[in-house]
């Protein structure tokens, strides 16, 4: 059942998509489009789930799903990403793979890098130029909300799973 981003529980869980470019205003636009149907018909354990999707910096695909009451199966989270991609693919977009760190240095100049390839004093290089420290996916919606940057000029690390 869709539901508005800003009236989602703090404890809605959400999984991203990161891109390694930003994509056009349109094109995020077509997507959540796209994605609507399936968002609004979402279950899991035949429960229907709230749900709601949101671009960031026009790069980063958050898709938020669940409350208190429900917890999404790991068949509703198989169902979510299986619609994502195709919805994704239908658009020609290919997320970032698994363990991609993204990040933004002081100067918002983008980074992209494999988090388990990293050394230890490269991250700690990024955590000390970065203004936010994103964790993991899946994250609550409270968790996005606190670690997200509230503007562009801020940094962040991101590891998408």
């Known amino acids: 059942m869709w539901s508005d981003w800003n009236c989602l529980e703090n404890t809605t869980r959400v999984w991203g998509?990161?891109?390694?470019?930003a994509l056009s205003p349109e094109i995020c636009e077509n997507v959540l489009t796209d994605l609507f149907p399936f968002m609004e018909a979402w279950?899991?354990?035949q429960m229907p789930v709230m749900a709601s999707a949101q671009w960031y910096h026009n790069r980063f695909l958050f898709i938020?799903?669940?409350?208190?009451?429900l917890n999404v199966s790991g068949c509703g989270i198989d169902a979510m990403r299986s619609n994502v991609i195709a919805v994704l693919s239908k658009h020609n977009l290919d997320?970032?793979?698994?363990?991609?760190v993204v990040w933004t240095d002081l100067e918002d100049n983008w980074h992209l890098c494999r988090w388990m390839e990293t050394s230890v004093n490269y991250r700690e290089r990024?955590?000390?130029?970065a203004s936010a420290i994103y964790s993991p996916i899946p994250l609550t919606i409270a968790e996005l909300r606190l670690s997200w940057p509230l503007k562009p000029s801020q940094s962040a690390l991101l590891v998408m799973n």
């Open 17 to 21: 998509f990161a891109f390694e470019n």
């Open 43 to 45: 279950e899991s354990h």
């Open 64 to 69: 938020a799903g669940g409350d208190e009451k």
């Open 95 to 100: 997320p970032l793979e698994a363990g991609i």
């Open 126 to 129: 990024m955590k000390q130029s």
